[in-house]
């Protein structure tokens, strides 16, 4: 199995469930977004996972925002700029499809619908056979988010009935401790993994933990080969009594466990040929 290289390491600053009034350290501006992205990419984050607000701090959806984004993020890092086309709960389904009329080259795309603490977040079937088709035609590298076991068989099955995302490779994320979906724990964490395998031939995952959970999902991912995802949309507290300071905290720790595992950071640049998104 190939995958045990370095460590993909995702920065996920913003999220759509927190608000600036309550944690003032979120990045919500693009300056904010584009500074954080820039210093995550020097401790050695590869990917972001792009969630926008307005200018009232709100979540939207907004397209002209969303292509503003992805050419200011091109432009001043290296990195790999994923959107988000889960938004938040309350977004329709059409504007989580127009996501990717913003071009990125890489989107979430989540593969069942799940409680979200008090919310839902729909995925109909029907909805994740579109998305997947449109991210297909547009050359878009999906990256398959997973908030319960059953949801890697949807995975499989989609794979079976509609073929390879573009790029060729199959890149699952780990949502794990949400409330509502699987716990944030090492043996839900090798479960899923035991479900990856029956995916197709180097199949690669990282994994995230909501709150508490973010310690033990990112020790468990980098024991069982997998790769990780922090940042200020999973993980507001940094330890007990200790609010988290920026994303970069975030980063630099996972930088930190990674480089203690001997799977130091994978550059952009190895990413995007790890998971076949095309070079810059
Ligand atoms: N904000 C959640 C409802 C994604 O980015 O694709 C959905 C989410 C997943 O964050
Ligand atoms: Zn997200």
């Given at each position: 199995m190939s995958r045990m290289t370095g460590t993909l390491i995702t920065v996920?600053?913003?999220?759509?469930?927190?608000?600036k009034a309550d944690v003032?350290?979120?990045?919500?501006t693009l300056d904010e977004l584009v500074s954080t992205a820039k210093e995550c990419e020097a401790l050695g984050a590869s990917i972001v996972h792009v969630h926008i607000r307005d200018d009232d701090a709100r979540p939207t959806l907004d397209q002209g925002r969303l292509r503003a984004t992805v050419a200011a993020l091109r432009e001043s890092t290296g990195l790999i700029v994923q959107l988000s086309s889960g938004g938040a709960v309350t977004d329709p389904e059409a504007d989580r499809l127009a996501v990717l009329d913003a071009e990125p080259e890489m989107a979430s795309c989540t593969m069942g619908t799940v409680n979200f603490g008090d919310g839902v977040f729909l995925n109909r079937w029907e909805f994740i056979v579109d998305l997947h088709t449109r991210m297909q035609e547009r050359g878009v590298v999906p990256e398959y988010e997973i908030f319960d076991l059953g949801q890697l068989t949807t995975l499989q099955r989609l794979l079976g009935k509609y073929g390879l995302p573009a790029g060729g490779h199959v890149h699952v994320d780990l949502v794990m401790?949400?409330?509502?979906?699987?716990?944030?724990t090492a043996a839900a964490l090798v479960a899923c993994e035991q479900v990856i395998r029956?995916?197709?031939?180097?199949t690669t995952f990282s994994a995230t933990g909501i709150g508490r959970s973010t310690l033990p999902v990112m020790l468990a991912s980098l024991a069982a080969g997998g790769h990780l995802r922090v940042g200020m949309e999973d993980t507001?507290?940094?330890?007990?009594g200790r609010p988290v300071e920026s994303n970069m905290q975030l980063v630099a720790r996972a930088v930190g466990f990674a480089q203690l595992a001997q799977r130091p950071p994978l550059t952009p640049a190895q990413a995007r040929e790890l998971l076949g998104v095309a070079a810059r």
């Open positions: 996920a600053p913003t999220g759509a469930e927190s608000s003032p350290a979120l990045p919500v401790g949400v409330p509502g979906g699987m716990p944030g029956d995916l197709p031939e180097g507001l507290t940094y330890g007990k």
